[in-house]
């Protein structure tokens, strides 16, 4: 592989994992897609499906795609709900799982703290 390729290879996958580009690639995650692993209770069907179709509009940079282009985006966005679901039950953890409520505070405060809006 070039380094052309592996560079596009890299964007790909840093676009996959959520993470935007800086200067440097950080882990600096989108804010629309969340993270569904390690949750009580674990992450729904429409959870997963939402991030898949976050992801595909990331990558196609279409919101709604033309009708020429709606079944391949439909399709890619029922492949990546696939490969979500799959890969959400194959990773382990030992840490305790995470409570939906307090992180949805903390995501609360952070927006307060970058926009100087009080969290609500």
Same mark, same amino acid.
């Not at 209770?41 to 595909?56: G, N």
């Not at 391949?72 to 194959?90: K, M, Q």
């Not at 409570?99 to 505070?105: F, P, S």
């Given at each position: 592989?070039?380094?052309?390729?592996?560079?596009g290879? =890299?964007?790909?996958?840093a /676009?996959?994992?959520?993470? +935007?580009?800086?200067?440097?690639? &950080?882990?600096?995650?989108c804010?629309n897609?969340?993270? *569904?692993h390690?949750?009580?209770?674990?992450a729904?069907?429409?959870? /997963?499906?939402?991030?898949? *179709?976050?992801?595909? #509009?990331?990558?196609s !940079?279409?919101?709604?795609?033309?009708?020429?282009n709606?079944?391949a985006?439909?399709?890619? /966005? &029922?492949?990546v +709900?696939?490969?979500?679901?799959? =890969?959400?039950?194959?990773l382990v953890t +030992?840490?305790?799982?995470?409570?939906?409520? /307090? &992180?949805?505070a903390?995501r609360?405060?952070?927006?307060a703290e970058?926009? !100087?809006v009080?969290? #609500?």
């Amino acid at each position: 592989m070039n380094s052309r390729a592996s560079r596009g290879a =890299l964007a790909i996958y840093a /676009v996959y994992l959520g993470w +935007t580009r800086h200067k440097t690639w &950080e882990a600096a995650m989108c804010r629309n897609i969340k993270t *569904l692993h390690n949750f009580k209770p674990p992450a729904t069907d429409d959870e /997963v499906r939402a991030s898949a *179709l976050q992801f595909v #509009r990331k990558l196609s !940079g279409f919101n709604r795609p033309s009708k020429a282009n709606e079944a391949a985006f439909n399709r890619a /966005v &029922e492949d990546v +709900t696939h490969a979500a679901h799959h =890969l959400l039950d194959a990773l382990v953890t +030992t840490a305790p799982p995470r409570d939906r409520d /307090v &992180e949805a505070a903390k995501r609360k405060a952070r927006s307060a703290e970058r926009f !100087g809006v009080a969290a #609500r």
